[in-house]
């Protein structure tokens, strides 16, 4: 567990509160709000859809409150590394490939049901309409975060209310299968990535890849172009927060047909990397995880609607 707790202990003293405070200065958020943005960075929030009266499989959906859902068809997949934990360390460069070993093995999953996703990771905007909360109005259309698993576990629930359908954090397997969505490659971008597809911490690469930009904070969702299934943000931005406990030799036992994860544990999964990390932990089967009370600063989530 050691990238998981140097993660943590990273992550703690990185930023401080997003929430209200008239004392504080601005939080980073704003350095890419304020016109600072890079060019090639396009506006996904320009990608709208007709709300309608209830999902549809097959199409797009928007909820109550804006948001956005895809709906992500059932299939297989092969689920973790391709790469053995050596050549992931050597392809990040200079990082200890025990820090991999719980990618393996890869192995064939199937998902069962079909499903709705949210497009992008849930907005500030979004949670402050659901949940009881002094977060900050500004920069609304960024991810909320420093959120805990256990307050999204809250957001789902009361969004379920509201709407009266069943929404969820995506378990492992169903985030890792929506992240891919078709792709065999480290990430659905192809063997590498650049900050023109993700945000991440620039300076450090992925095998071929070359240095880009470090934002050094969110930006808006939606602002790369989306994978094959049409979600954004897969990759960086921030962590997303899985249903699933983390478990580092579960892979070995898994069930082949839409795991649910560990009984029990002391992580909860967190996928996809973040603005704070370097592209390798963006991966499609970059695993790590927190305790369900964590609230860090790039660390957030999106939701799964259950048909």
């Given at each position: 567990m050691k990238k998981i707790v140097c993660c943590i202990t990273l992550l703690f003293i990185v930023l401080g509160c997003e929430q209200d405070n008239p004392n504080a200065q601005p939080t980073p958020d704003n350095q890419e709000q304020n016109g600072q943005q890079d060019k090639n960075v396009a506006d996904g929030n320009k990608h709208q859809e007709t709300p309608m009266d209830a999902p549809v499989p097959g199409k797009p959906f928007t909820n109550s409150i804006g948001m956005k859902l895809v709906y992500?068809?059932?299939?297989?997949?092969?689920?973790?590394?391709r790469d053995s934990a050596a050549a992931v360390a050597r392809k990040i460069r200079n990082t200890d490939r025990k820090n991999f070993l719980d990618e393996h093995p890869q192995h064939r999953i199937e998902i069962t049901r079909g499903f709705y996703m949210g497009t992008t990771e849930v907005t500030k905007a979004q949670y402050r309409a659901i949940m009881d909360t002094n977060l900050s109005r500004k920069w609304k259309d960024n991810p909320v975060r420093q959120v805990s698993w256990d307050d999204a576990v809250e957001f789902c629930r009361k969004l379920s209310e509201k709407e009266g359908r069943t929404y969820?954090?995506?378990?492992?397997?169903?985030?890792?299968?929506?992240?891919?969505?078709?792709?065999?490659?480290?990430?659905?971008?192809?063997?590498?990535?650049?900050?023109?597809q993700a945000n991440y911490d620039g300076?450090?690469?992925?095998?071929?890849?070359?240095?880009?930009?470090?934002?050094?904070?969110?930006?808006?969702?939606?602002?790369?172009p989306p994978n094959a299934f049409g979600l954004y943000d897969m990759h960086g931005n921030v962590y997303e927060w899985c249903q699933d406990w983390h478990g580092e030799n579960y892979y070995a036992v898994s069930p082949t047909s839409d795991p649910q994860g560990p009984s029990s544990g002391e992580y909860r999964v967190t996928r996809g990397g973040s603005w704070l990390w370097y592209p390798g932990h963006s991966r499609s089967a970059s695993r790590s995880g927190n305790t369900p009370s964590s609230r860090n600063s790039n660390v957030g989530f999106r939701v799964l609607l259950d048909l």
């Open positions: 992500i068809p059932p299939g297989e997949f092969m689920m973790g590394s969820l954090l995506p378990t492992e397997a169903e985030w890792e299968y929506a992240c891919r969505a078709g792709t065999t490659t480290p990430f659905y971008t192809g063997e590498t990535i650049s900050t023109s300076n450090y690469v992925y095998g071929s890849g070359t240095k880009g930009i470090h934002r050094k904070t969110t930006i808006a969702v939606g602002s790369f």
